[in-house]
């Protein structure tokens, strides 16, 4: 599905899922309703646990807030404003989190809030880092435990051990004013869940440390061989929460040091929970889009090509376990395909990437990736400026970069595509574009996204996912009349449809020659070569497409 009169309608923004906030909010508590345990075992922990969110904004299947909940009296939510988020990538120095994906986590954080006032909590807001917030409200409040879900990548490991040190060395005082007080000298524990993936790290048939290096032998053991588990249910209410005299706001996006974005076209993601579950139900249950999704996943124009459920995955608001529950449902009551399986295995390469990212450590992140591959990278700033601002020339490449910056999103497709080409055609170190999806993304994370640049650079863990996306053949099997190309690039709207893609002079001169499927300006017709991309598909180990 496209746009409505998507050439036409080159200012139109639509809204991902398509629902009034009134039916968003109806269409989220039925399903929390699904979701809400008739009868629990009786609640026997003592004292105050803290809950401490990070890249999981959501109240459904959410164990580290249900283990607060079983081992405590009172549970305190807590999210920290870290401004660490909000700084420079590592090695360009490009803002570490944009505007659009900031605004996304301000809704993520406001639908947060709003769920847990619904089930008797709050969520406390402060900024600051939480390896000197947590201690504090722990001595505060005389907390027994902080919950928090487990991750996996340098960064996050690192503010892990800063907070377990800091509550290390911080004695268990009574709060003042709570029903229990404790004597207790002990330091308040950090317990960190595993909640981020498919299957849990506890049930795959290996160690992280022994992973297949290949997915295709990962995903074929974990499905012969592990088991699901169920979303977890939870309780009518999640009180109470200790008395906590100012809550804080929900932050506005100019204290976070950025300007206020709005999307002007394309597609309009609203944050948290509520929204991810009610694009759920959008998707599988009124569109009944689930059954074509092997179809219609490589498209690039519109909302319904394929499911958007990334950003929400991203930031913890959609549980993955949640959406394989939905899957089998709707494979029960109304189809099972190919289709309903490739969302499924879309999910089991998501699990790759998050346990590959243990297996690997900070090689996920160097310029010669996890197999140490020494290639001599261009860091030519004009030519990256080019590829990021959509200037280069080639329309399918300008197009996909202008969706980028004005919505925070790109198809699958295009992101293989851009990529190929800026390592491939422009021989830009990866890095550089993979910070730069680092900062716009709206569903970034460090395991997907790096795992992905890694292989699309061809300096992953398989080799044989080392892959030349040439130009000319994309375009012709993927955006065939120039719909997607003339909706994000106006200059060329009016063109025939035939000339979209390489309309020579009539569009900016390409700023590189294509390596391979070189493009070829004859009296100002475009013709694509493909001596060399027959070529490179000889070559061991690569396959255009």
């Keep these: 599905m496209q746009f409505p009169g998507a050439i036409q309608a080159e200012t139109s923004v639509h809204q991902v899922p398509g629902f009034s906030s009134e039916e968003t909010n109806r269409i989220a508590e039925q399903t929390f309703q699904r979701y809400t345990a008739e009868s629990l075992p009786k609640r026997k922990g003592k004292g105050v646990a803290i809950v401490w969110f990070r890249n999981d904004l959501r109240v459904l299947d959410n164990e580290a807030l249900f283990r607060a909940w079983v081992s405590s009296e009172a549970v305190l939510p807590v999210y920290c404003v870290d401004p660490r988020l909000f700084g420079t990538t590592h090695y360009f120095g490009f803002p570490k989190t944009g ?35 947590l201690p504090s409200l722990s001595k505060a409040y005389g907390v027994h435990t902080v919950f928090a879900q487990k991750e996996t990548c340098s960064e996050e490991l690192n503010v892990e051990r ?22 207790s000298t002990n330091s308040t524990k950090l317990e960190l869940i595993w909640g981020v993936s498919m299957y849990h790290i506890d049930d795959l048939p290996f160690s992280s440390n022994s992973l297949p290096d290949v997915y295709t032998q990962f995903r074929k053991s974990v499905e012969l061989k592990s088991k699901i588990r169920s979303c977890i249910k939870i309780p009518s209410s999640l009180g109470p929460a200790p008395g906590v005299g100012d809550w804080g706001c929900i932050p506005e996006i100019t204290l976070l040091g950025l300007e206020k974005a709005k999307v002007s076209k394309g597609m309009a993601f609203v944050g948290g929970e509520s929204a991810a579950v009610s694009r759920v139900y959008e998707y599988f249950w009124t569109k009944n889009l689930l059954r074509t999704y092997k179809e219609t996943r490589n498209g690039m124009l519109g909302p319904d090509y394929s499911t958007k459920f990334s950003p929400w995955l991203a ?69 990256f400026d080019a590829w990021k601002d959509g200037q280069t020339g080639y329309p399918l490449i300008d197009a996909n970069m202008k969706e980028l910056l004005t919505t925070g999103f790109m198809s699958n497709r295009g992101r293989q595509i851009v990529c190929s080409f800026l390592v491939r055609d422009m021989n830009i170190d990866w890095r550089m574009g993979a910070e730069w999806f680092e900062t716009c993304l709206l569903d970034y994370d460090p395991c997907s996204n790096y795992g992905n640049w890694t292989y699309g650079a061809g300096v992953g863990n398989d080799p044989r996912e080392d892959r030349y996306f040439s130009i000319p053949k994309q375009a012709q099997n993927y955006d065939p009349e120039g719909e997607f190309v003339a909706y994000w690039l106006p200059q060329i709207r009016a063109l025939p449809k035939e000339k979209r893609h390489f309309p020579g002079l009539l569009y900016i001169k390409p700023v590189v020659a294509l390596k391979f499927g070189k493009t070829k300006i004859m009296n100002n017709k475009t013709m694509a070569s493909t001596a060399d991309e027959n070529k490179w598909k000889g070559r061991k180990g690569n396959r255009t497409q």
Excluded: M
């Design 162 to 183: 800063l907070v377990s040190k800091s509550l290390r060395t911080l004695a268990l005082s009574s709060s003042e004013g709570q029903s229990v007080k404790s004597k």
């Design 315 to 383: 930031s913890g608001s959609l549980s993955p376990r949640f959406i394989y529950e939905e899957v089998k449902r709707f494979e029960r009551e109304r189809e099972s395909n190919d289709s309903t399986y490739w969302v499924l295995f879309e999910l089991i390469w998501r699990d790759y990437f998050r346990f590959l990212s243990i297996k690997q450590g900070n090689s996920i992140f160097h310029a010669g990736g996890p197999r140490k591959v020494e290639v001599n990278w261009s860091q030519n700033q004009t030519l």
């Design 99 to 133: 505007g659009l994906r900031a605004q996304f986590l301000i809704e993520c954080l406001a639908d947060l809030k709003r769920n847990l006032l619904k089930r008797g909590l709050d969520l406390l807001i402060q900024h600051g880092k939480p390896e000197e917030i």
